[in-house]
Structure formats: structure tokens, C-alpha cells
């Protein structure tokens, strides 16, 4: 019975962490409210955003806000409207621009702003927006994300903000598109008399007002996407450690936790530095240094909230305390998971929802790495295939473009599995790991890029054509399925026939077979039956390496 409560437990977990992958709900039709989320239109196209300053008074009475958005843009082309988003459930008191007044229409959660003549490309604009209302609640952050408004252990108010996939719009007014980031952007937030607000960047000094309330600054120096945006409010202690890279510089780690979970982060967040080591190695240095390096508090799981990571694991190891390996690693996973976004996501950021895989494929094989830092190249490899209990097949891991919708959850187990194939497509592991670090660190560091671009990356640097790999892999439900048979010739021989059944058309991937305890062959393969001969003593001890491949088996 207790081995069946197990199990029972543990497929509980499967479906939550499954269900909770996707954090916009995929359709089959497509509105026009999708669109102009979703899409880039002329006005969205005709200015780009270099600087948000962004203001938001807390009433945790009300649970409302009351806020304006200074939005610093470029005209990249002349135009005399421009396209702003903001839920209808926030109403807007004014839109100015230099003490003007601007009319503005809505229509659903866009705001399309009239500015007062023609602007000229290339000239130098700002608008302010005023509003207030109350923002979304979340049901079940961070994946129904919006407001979490709840009391910590002392009674006290504990606030925090997720809304990825939601969107940040949900709560402020702003250019809801990932492809367009500030440049940098400033975060002031008014709460109440001795609760503490912890936002991205660094802190700048707080100001203390004469009602009995505090606005803390924060100044984020580098780009942000909006969803990144975050506010976490409470009675939040702070302690700080440093990290040393390894040309000697030095990162500012900064930790913000309940009171009375100080002694608790002190030992939990020790697990923060070796981390950070590997990723240097793997990754390249910490992409956000002059900002530094934090962990807030939260009072849901986790999110990767730029420079101020929410963490809300509860000093546990696993997911929730459960061993999400299925190994027996006992490190924790917001930690690690959440701070791979920082290079995945955060610095390399996807241009449409669509391209969301971008972020989280690369970000959970960066566990794997984490594990093959920390615990060798075996240990990591059977921590990714315990992925594939979680892997539906069911959908592609792309989704659809210009409709605000990400692809299906597999983005995150399957999206890994599929980049330690290529690992072993290209067979060779110094120019695998220069080709990782290379794109997070050189070639799309704080760039936002799409589908096509990685796929142009790989193929180019690998000098291996990937294209049908990964539209099999990403743009594809299924996974490739490998035919084979084998028949004895001789003694010592066995004649291999083989081929791939793909939806890709001109698939072309070797796959790897063992003949011993210590051989690993690759063999060339495409959609076209082959043959050939392997040396081998016995027929049992052959074997397809899925390990190191995520494909799927059958006989011919």
C-alpha cells in the first residue's frame, strides 16, 4: 500500500509540473485582440522603447495600484500614432507628452496613442501615462500569474508580481512585445509604513514620505523584457555574499527572505556560488554583473525575474521537496532552474512568445550541465532522460507567431533532450560546449532572436545542415522514429538494417549503437533504407544508445 501512495503521490507531481508548463492557453482560432497583442503592426514598428520610468503606489487594502509610465522612445520611422498595451482593467486617467495633453483611443488591451503632429524617424520622444485600477489576481502563480497578495507568518502583507505569458501589461502600460526591450529602465514603488519593496537592478536610495509610506528606486542598467519586471513587497531582510570570477572581478550576490527565514537562505543559498561557477565555465559570466545577482522571497514556487530571482522552493531541495531527478540529487531547482534563465531568457531573449522554447529549452539542459559540473558527464546524462517521463509528443514546441502564443510544454524536458542530441550529432565536445557558450555569450548575448536565427547559428558553426533536425524536433509533434533490424550473418557479423521515419522531409542524423560495455558507433542515417555490417560477438549485447538521443525505437 505505502509503495502505491508513492506512486500515487509522484504522478500527482508529474501532472502539476506538466499542466504547468504552458503559461498562455493555446487555441485553433485566433482573435483580433490576439493580434494586436501578438503581432508587430505599423504602430508598434514605428518606435522603439530605449527607457521606461516607471512609478507604482501599493494599497494593500484595496489590493489596487495607482501609477505612471514615463516611456522614452525613438521614431525608427515617421508616423503620428503608436500602438501602447494596457489591460482594460486598468483605466487610464491621461496620456501626456511635454505637458500635452494626447488623445487616445482603446481597443481591447491596446491604446493607440495620437501624438501631436508627425513625428520624425530617428527623433527622440516621451510620453507619460497615468492610471490606476486594480491589476489582475493570480489564481495559481506563477503559472495564472498577476498579483499574489498574502501575509507571511508574522501577519504581515506579503505582495509579489509574476505574469509571464500574461504579460506585463496586466499591471503597467508599456510596448507588450518581447522583441522590444529599454534599454534600461528605472522602478520606483510606494508602500506602506515598514514593509519593504525589492524590485530589479540595483537599489537606489529610498524615500521616505511624510504620510508614514516609503518609495523604494530601483535602476535596472541593462535590457529588460517586460514579463521580467517584478515587485516583491513585505518585512523583507537582506543579506549579501560576493562572487569572484575567475578574471578576479566581483559580482554583488544580494539575498532578500522572510525575517524569520534568515538562518535557513543563509544555508540554503550557499548552493548559489558553485552554481554560478559552472555556468561560467559553460555559459560565460554572469550576464547582469554591474547589476548584480539576487534572490527574493516569494510567497509562490519561483520565477526568473531578471536580477531578482523569485524563490519560493521553501529551503527544500528538489521541486517542492520532491526529487525532482528521480536520481537522488539533492540540490535545490529554483535555484538552479531560475538562475539559468538569467543567460536563457534573460540575456538571450526569444522575439515572439512563439520562439518561448528558446528560453526554456536551453535553460533546463542548463541543469544538466549544472549536474555534469557538479557531478560528471554519466550522472548528467541519466538526469536528462529521466526527462522523458514528462514528454507528451502530443503538440509542436513552437507556437504560433503573432498571436501572443507560446508552444507546448515539452518546450522544457523535450527542448533539453533535444539539445543533448545535437550534442551527439556533432560528436565532439569542445566544439559542442564552444557553440553553447559562444551563442550565450558572444553571439546572441542580450539580443533577441528567433527560431530561425538558432537554427542559422547551429548549422553554420557545426558545419553540419540541422535545419531538418530541428524542424522534427521544434516544429514537429513527434520525435524520430528509428527502424531497424538485425540478422546474423556470420560469426562476429550482423548484417544492420536501418532508416528514419520523420514528418521532416531530407532527414539526415546518425545515431549511435553500443556493441560493448565501452564502444559508442555513430551511423549515418536518412529517410532511405540502408544497410550495413557490425562487428559484433553476440546479438544481445547490441544496442541503440537513446540515451544519448531522444528518439523513439522500432523493429523492422
Known amino acids: 500500500m505505502r509503495i502505491l501512495w508513492i506512486c500515487f503521490i509522484y504522478s500527482l507531481f508529474i501532472i ?9 492557453e493555446q487555441k485553433k482560432e485566433y482573435t483580433r485582440a490576439d493580434t494586436l497583442r501578438g503581432s508587430l503592426r505599423p504602430e508598434r514598428t514605428c518606435y522603439d522603447v530605449t527607457f521606461y520610468d516607471l512609478y507604482v503606489k501599493i494599497d494593500t487594502a484595496e489590493k489596487s495600484i495607482t501609477g505612471r509610465n514615463k516611456i522614452v522612445f525613438k521614431a525608427t520611422e515617421a508616423f503620428n500614432t503608436l500602438q501602447l498595451d494596457l489591460f ?12 500635452r495633453e494626447l488623445r487616445y483611443r482603446r481597443e481591447f488591451n491596446a491604446v493607440f496613442v495620437e501624438m501631436i503632429g508627425w513625428l520624425k524617424a530617428g527623433s527622440m520622444h516621451e510620453i507619460t501615462v497615468n492610471y490606476y485600477g486594480k491589476p489582475t489576481i493570480a489564481k495559481r502563480a506563477p503559472w495564472d500569474g498577476g498579483f499574489s497578495w498574502s501575509y507571511d507568518k508574522n501577519g504581515k502583507s506579503w505582495i509579489a508580481v509574476s505574469c509571464e505569458g500574461m504579460g506585463a501589461s496586466s499591471w503597467w502600460p508599456c510596448k507588450d512585445y518581447l522583441g522590444d526591450e529599454p534599454d534600461s529602465m528605472r522602478i520606483s514603488c510606494n508602500v506602506p509604513e515598514a514593509l519593504r519593496c525589492v524590485a530589479n537592478g540595483r537599489e537606489e536610495a529610498p524615500e521616505e514620505k511624510h504620510d508614514g509610506t516609503t518609495t523604494y528606486n530601483w535602476l535596472v542598467s541593462y535590457p529588460i523584457n517586460n514579463y521580467n519586471v517584478t515587485l516583491n513587497i513585505g518585512d523583507y531582510v ?10 578576479k572581478t566581483k559580482l554583488a550576490l544580494d539575498y532578500y527572505v522572510m525575517r524569520y527565514n534568515l538562518d535557513k537562505a543563509r544555508l540554503q543559498f550557499m548552493q548559489v556560488k558553485p552554481m554560478l561557477k559552472c555556468y561560467e565555465k559553460y555559459l560565460g559570466k554572469y550576464p547582469f554583473w554591474n547589476d ?8 509562490y514556487l519561483g520565477m526568473e525575474h531578471q536580477g531578482a530571482i523569485a524563490y519560493g522552493n521553501k529551503y527544500l531541495t528538489g521541486y517542492s521537496g520532491t526529487d525532482y531527478s528521480r536520481i537522488g540529487l539533492d540540490f535545490d531547482y529554483i535555484i538552479i532552474h531560475e538562475s539559468g534563465h538569467e543567460w536563457w531568457g534573460n540575456s538571450v531573449s526569444c522575439r515572439d512568445i512563439a520562439d518561448m522554447w528558446i528560453h526554456e529549452s536551453f535553460c533546463t539542459y542548463t541543469e544538466s550541465i ?22 507528451g509528443n502530443k503538440k509542436p514546441v513552437v507556437g504560433v507567431y503573432g498571436v501572443n502564443e507560446e508552444g507546448d510544454g515539452d518546450m522544457y524536458a523535450k527542448g533539453a533532450l533535444f539539445l543533448n542530441t545535437l ?41 553540419i545542415n540541422l ?13 524520430p522514429v528509428l527502424e531497424y533490424k538485425l540478422k546474423k550473418k556470420k560469426k562476429g557479423e550482423f548484417e544492420l538494417t536501418y532508416r ?40 544481445a549485447d547490441f544496442k541503440v544508445r537513446d540515451d544519448l538521443e531522444y528518439i523513439e525505437l522500432k523493429k523492422l
Not at 548584480?292 to 510567497?299: D, H, I, M, N, S
Open 423 to 463: 550534442r551527439s550529432v556533432v560528436n565532439n565536445d569542445v566544439q559542442w560546449w564552444g557553440l553553447i557558450k559562444g551563442m550565450s555569450d558572444t553571439a546572441f548575448k542580450m539580443r533577441n532572436v528567433n527560431y530561425e536565427n538558432v537554427v542559422a547559428y547551429f548549422t553554420k558553426k557545426s558545419g
Open 500 to 539: 528514419w521515419i520523420t514528418d521532416a522531409t531530407n532527414f539526415k542524423m546518425p545515431f549511435i549503437v553500443s556493441t560493448t560495455e565501452n564502444t559508442k558507433q555513430l551511423i549515418a542515417c536518412t529517410n532511405e533504407l540502408q544497410t550495413t555490417i557490425i562487428k559484433l560477438k553476440k546479438e
Open 16 to 24: 502539476h509540473y506538466s499542466c504547468a508548463q504552458s503559461l498562455v
Open 370 to 391: 549544472y549536474v555534469e559540473c557538479m557531478f560528471g558527464t554519466d550522472t548528467a546524462i541519466k538526469y536528462i532522460n529521466a526527462h522523458k517521463a514528462r514528454i
Open 238 to 247: 537582506s543579506f549579501s555574499d560576493t562572487f569572484i570570477a575567475d578574471d
Open 292 to 299: 548584480g545577482y539576487a534572490l527574493v522571497e516569494t510567497p
Open 467 to 479: 535545419k531538418p533536425v530541428f524542424e522534427q524536433y521544434l516544429k514537429q509533434a513527434k520525435i
Open 88 to 99: 482594460d482593467s486598468m483605466k487610464i486617467i491621461s496620456i501626456e507628452s511635454y505637458g
